[in-house]
């Protein structure tokens, strides 16, 4: 298998070589493949379809936008707590797309479930099962309210399930993590390895996500998609529960620009195929190390999407610690985080705190601003309220050219700490996005 180079859209970005990713394992129960649609118009893989023979418990979490993808609306439609296919598609979000949008769905459903069940049939030993509709589900990123491309996906089906690997070697997981890309330059993957009883168990993992990056995801921004499979035997409540638990300091714990997509998803597969003890509840001792492994995915993946956002060079670390609640920390440190003027600042290797006390006061917390320490990494400029005496700019100035910046908020008012990840604001951001659709 070739990886197509095609799915590296901008020229201007120096891509990675393969060899700079981590190595994903293979997780046996899965297969997975990946083509082109032509949906760019350039050739670039923008369809793949993750497949499984025997079923895979599922659970996932979803944009709290008012404002949804007929992808996601299918699959709250989904009550399996089973599924044997997820297909995703680029370029198009089919968002606004209405019925027909979803229409379109059926008929890509319909489409699939005729060509992997004629695929099971025709397999060594003739496996007679049927695959339902209903165990397939979606998921989209691309442009909001065009119209979506219902053929032309179609069309190409009976090629994406001939092209299914089982092996899913460095090569696989690599071209699949590339055609997932909208504005990305480069795809994110990530694994770890764990112990359930005396079971080893994997996790391998791909996201996406560049712009329109603050996710808000929920139980009941480009967009952030993250699939993430293992071979554990986990029941669907005890994923969605492990999901909803490591949430809040991950994914729901990035920004890039502040807006959240009408198309974020992240997804957990178990295949079942490691039998480890069972497990009965998301407290389970046995799950310590495997939600530990989980919540470094979730992690790694999340920061990734933020080191990639669209023209970022610098990558933020903001910590507000010693806080009255989490979520007043939560608050403020996303009040700095999503405020461009600490954003160009940051591009600019300007140590402006004025523009952070600005950020840390428009949260409309209740601060005490003669307790307030503010932090470049290490290098303190604000003490009790107000800066030190012998602060030195310059030497701060020569910490701000790093590549990866920290803003350490101390508020001095109790016990709660929250960290948040961002990126600084170029002139590359401008020109991707006002560049987006042509």
């Known amino acids: 298998m070739t990886i197509n180079l095609k799915n590296l859209l901008n020229p201007n970005i120096k891509i990675s070589k393969m060899g700079d990713f981590q190595e994903l394992k293979q997780i ?32 996932a979490l979803y944009t709290k936008s008012k404002i949804i993808s007929e992808s996601i609306h299918w699959n709250l439609k989904v009550k399996n707590k089973s599924i044997k296919a ?47 509709p209903s165990e ?85 921004h480009a967009t952030m998609l993250a699939f993430l499979f293992t071979d554990a035997n986990i029941p669907s409540s005890i994923l969605r529960g492990l999901l909803s638990k490591n949430i809040n300091t991950t994914f729901n714990a990035i920004t890039v620009d502040g807006d959240t997509s009408t198309n974020d998803s992240v997804m957990i597969f178990a295949t079942s195929k490691v039998k480890n003890s069972k497990i009965y509840n998301v407290l389970d001792p046995k799950l310590k190390g495997f939600e530990k492994a989980l919540h470094n995915v979730m992690l790694n993946l999340s920061k990734q999407i933020v080191t990639d956002g669209e023209g970022a060079k610098k990558f933020i670390t903001i910590n507000v610690i010693k806080a009255r609640s989490m979520q007043v920390a939560k608050k403020i440190a996303f009040s700095v985080a999503n405020s461009p003027l600490v954003k160009t600042a940051v591009a600019g290797e300007d140590p402006n705190y004025g523009r952070i006390i600005m950020a840390i006061g ?25 800066q030190i005496d012998n602060y030195n700019e310059k030497i701060v100035k020569e910490y701000m050219k790093w590549d990866a910046i920290e803003i350490n908020i101390e508020l001095n008012m109790g016990k709660s700490n929250f960290t948040v990840y961002t990126c600084d604001f170029t002139k590359d951001y401008i020109d991707i996005n006002t560049d987006y659709r042509n």
């Open 86 to 132: 997820l297909l995703v598609n680029t370029k198009n979000a089919n968002t606004f797309t209405g019925k027909k949008g979803f229409q379109g769905l059926k008929e890509l459903s319909k489409s699939l479930s005729k060509h992997l069940t004629l695929k099971l049939a025709q397999a060594p030993g003739g496996v007679r099962d049927i695959i339902d």
């Open 362 to 386: 428009k949260s409309e917390e209740s601060i005490v601003a003669n307790n307030l320490t503010i932090k470049f990494g290490k290098f303190t400029v604000v003490e009790n309220g107000q």
């Open 136 to 220: 397939i589900i979606f998921a989209s990123t691309g442009v909001i309210g065009d119209t979506f491309p219902t053929e032309k996906i179609k069309e190409r089906i009976p090629y994406l399930i001939q092209n299914l690997k089982d092996n899913q070697n460095k090569y696989v997981w690599f071209k699949a993590a590339s055609s997932i890309l909208t504005t990305d330059t480069r795809p994110k993957l990530a694994f770890e390895e764990c112990e359930i009883g005396s079971k080893k168990i994997l996790i391998s993992a791909i996201a996406k996500g560049s712009g329109m990056i603050a996710p808000k995801l929920g139980g009941d």
């Open 28 to 59: 046996e129960g899965l297969s997975i493949s990946a083509v082109s649609a032509d949906l760019y118009g350039n050739g670039r893989d923008d369809l793949s379809l993750f497949y499984f023979k025997d079923g895979a418990r599922y659970a």
